[in-house]
């Protein structure tokens, strides 16, 4: 079935750094990904939509140059959080999928933590 | 727009005995309808999808859905619960527009007590 890799698991950092998250699509070619955070004991909340090659589409209320994301191929978007707060401690998860109607594959989610 | 409800935040259920885990949508057209469960740290499995067809959908671990238009229900089903089934459940809707999103309802935390 198809396998979305998410990288890395966990990562703890320090106030005013960045964070890169990666989301592979190992098995098929993943027209569309999605970046979503999940807050303890909530649904997830639709951060982003990204396209091949094109700008992502940002939800209302996410702040686009705080969370920078790059689809650069069919198989890998990345989510930078720049300058991270520890508000920004969430578990991310990132998704996607290949065609239209088809379930969307998700990766493990990555646990950030913010000292 | 596009809107789901998953009414029961906990359900609890013994094991062999049968479960339901309830999920209700609003759409503009005909619906993709999804389920996913999620186990502690992990990401969402793909549970079972309803595009159109048969209104009874099987999928994985033995769960099965049933489309109902007229209600505007999807809820999932298991004829005998495991307690390995204990998760979160999240059921998903999205519009046949393909610029719609995906929206995914509360969640419903499934405790199977052995």
């Known amino acids: 079935g198809a396998v979305v890799s998410q990288h890395p698991s966990r990562v703890i950092c320090k106030s005013g750094t960045s964070v890169k998250i990666e989301c592979r699509s190992l098995d098929f070619q993943a027209t569309t990904m999605f970046w979503y955070r999940q807050f303890p004991k909530q649904s997830l909340m639709l951060m982003a939509t990204s396209n091949e090659g094109s700008k992502a589409t940002y939800e209302q209320g996410v702040e686009k140059d705080k969370f920078l994301i790059n689809h650069a191929s069919l198989t890998l978007s990345t989510l930078t959080v720049t300058s991270a707060h520890p508000e920004d401690s969430s578990f991310y998860i990132c998704?996607?999928?290949?065609?239209?109607?088809?379930?969307?594959?998700f990766g493990n989610g990555t646990r950030l933590t913010v000292t | 727009a596009q809107s789901v409800a998953q009414p029961e935040d906990q359900v609890n259920v013994a094991e062999g005995n049968p479960l339901t885990v309830k999920c209700t949508y609003s759409v503009s057209g005909n619906p993709y309808l999804f389920w996913y469960v999620q186990y502690p740290n992990r990401g969402l499995q793909f549970l079972l999808k309803?595009?159109?067809?048969?209104?009874l959908v099987k999928g994985s671990y033995g769960f099965e859905a049933e489309f109902n238009k007229s209600q505007t229900s999807f809820h999932l089903k298991k004829p005998s619960a495991l307690v390995s089934d204990s998760a979160l459940y999240f059921c998903?809707?999205?519009?046949?527009?393909?610029?719609?999103?995906?929206?995914f309802g509360s969640g419903t935390r499934l405790s199977i007590r052995p």
């Open positions: 998704s996607a999928i290949s065609r239209e109607g088809a379930p969307l594959h």
């Open positions: 309803y595009i159109t067809g048969d209104n």
């Open positions: 998903a809707v999205r519009a046949y527009s393909s610029a719609s999103k995906i929206i």
